[in-house]
């Protein structure tokens, strides 16, 4: 599927590793609405602070990625070079500066060489084509096993509009915004206001849904821009009922990569929906949710296949969430391992062990206190996990 006015492509550009794509570049034919959300981490790369200033005037035309080096906690020199390459990449598309997105991922704290960019900036341009996602999805990628990419096409008042959106991460996620890059195309017409606060309001609910390892990245970036192509009627804030249509259809973009960000979890072999209903607040319920995903005793229990409740409940215990420990049920898929906080007995056990021999599972702890509701989605730790981030930088 392609998306009109959109082109991308790829080199291997040599920034840390060599034969392996690592510089990308995503290009609108036409200045596009542009929308984003970006970590909460208080140390935030080069890029991020350079994102977040130009993406106030709610326009970009072209995204330059690169993988190998995250750009981040290198001061000014650092910002110098996300200026620099940005500066690059828009005179070799001969557009505005302050429509060029820059975005970076892989070792934080060393110092970006910008040599790579000034001798593959030109080849990367004179490669781009309505065909080159695909690459451009497989340079982002670090600890990623797979590259992930989800197209989708709605139909708005008669007119087909098409989404294509890619995102990296397998590691360091713990959604405080997305923890992850992700950065989406799409033809319609539309106003900043409104698509700014679809993406947010879509993130929110997947992205920031999702855990691996409770870690917030420092590059944390999600772009997406919008050039109206399909000639759709503009999307805006009268007509709630086509803006509805084109939401629907980002947030089920948007929860595809998310739920393949967790299940390409670093060394995961399972993925898990943590689900906490019966809570008084929603607030808390996420918190609990979070919480219990997070814990390294519960998600090597996961992989061990060891239904050890004793472990969620300490998670919980330990969560903001208000609860009385007598109240609470907890149930791996339909099998109710405790209730009334207290366990079910060793056949509850046995069948439990068999829910979590399967790759994915739902870890159901019902509070008993009122009507509100969480979900996160997360995944197990296993011993790869350990080698693979003991290695990272050798």
Request: proline residues 3%; negative net charge; charged residues 20%.
């Amino acid at each position: 599927m392609k998306v009109k006015g959109f082109s991308a492509a790829a080199v291997q550009a040599g920034i840390r590793y060599q034969d392996r794509l690592d510089l990308g570049l995503i290009y609108s034919d036409r200045p596009a609405v542009a929308a984003g959300v970006f970590t909460t981490n208080r140390v935030k790369a080069a890029p991020v602070l350079l994102g977040i200033e130009r993406l106030r005037r709610g326009k970009a035309q072209a995204i330059l990625v690169n993988s190998g080096n995250a750009n981040a906690c290198n001061g000014e020199p650092g910002m110098a070079l996300a200026r620099r390459v940005s500066t690059m990449a828009a005179r070799q598309l001969e557009i505005d500066e302050e429509l060029v997105q820059v975005a970076s991922t892989g070792v934080i704290g060393e110092q970006l060489d910008a040599a790579p960019f000034a001798q593959q900036i030109p080849a990367l341009v004179d490669s781009l084509s309505e065909d080159g996602f695909d690459a451009v999805a497989r340079a982002i990628m670090t600890t990623d096993t797979v590259p992930k990419i989800v197209r989708k096409t709605v139909d708005i008042d008669g007119t087909l509009v098409s989404i294509l959106a890619m995102a990296k991460g397998s590691g360091m996620i713990m959604p405080n915004m997305a923890t992850m890059l992700c950065f989406a195309v799409t033809d319609v017409q539309i106003v900043f206001p409104v698509l700014q606060g679809i993406v947010a309001d879509s993130v929110e609910n997947t992205f920031n849904r999702i855990t691996v390892d409770g870690d917030t990245s420092t590059n944390d970036t999600v772009l997406v821009m919008a050039n109206g192509a399909a000639g759709n009627e503009c999307l805006d804030e009268d007509h709630p009922e086509r803006t509805e249509l084109f939401a629907q259809a980002m947030h089920s973009v948007f929860q595809e990569l998310a739920t393949m960000i967790v299940v390409d979890g670093e060394g995961a072999t399972k993925a898990v929906t943590i689900r906490v209903t019966g809570a008084g607040e929603k607030g808390g319920a996420l918190n609990a949710a979070r919480t219990i995903a997070n814990s390294p005793l519960v998600k090597t229990a996961f992989f061990g296949e060891d239904p050890n409740w004793g472990r969620i409940m300490a998670a919980l215990g330990r969560s903001d969430c208000f609860f009385r420990p007598d109240r609470v049920s907890i149930a791996f898929d339909d099998v109710v391992m405790a209730e009334q906080g207290m366990g079910a007995g060793a056949e509850a056990e046995r069948e439990a062990a068999r829910v979590m021999r399967r790759d994915a599972f739902t870890l159901t702890i019902d509070l008993n206190e009122g009507a509100e509701s969480a979900e996160v989605l997360t995944c197990d730790f296993s011993k790869e996990y350990i080698t693979i981030n003991a290695d990272y930088r050798s």
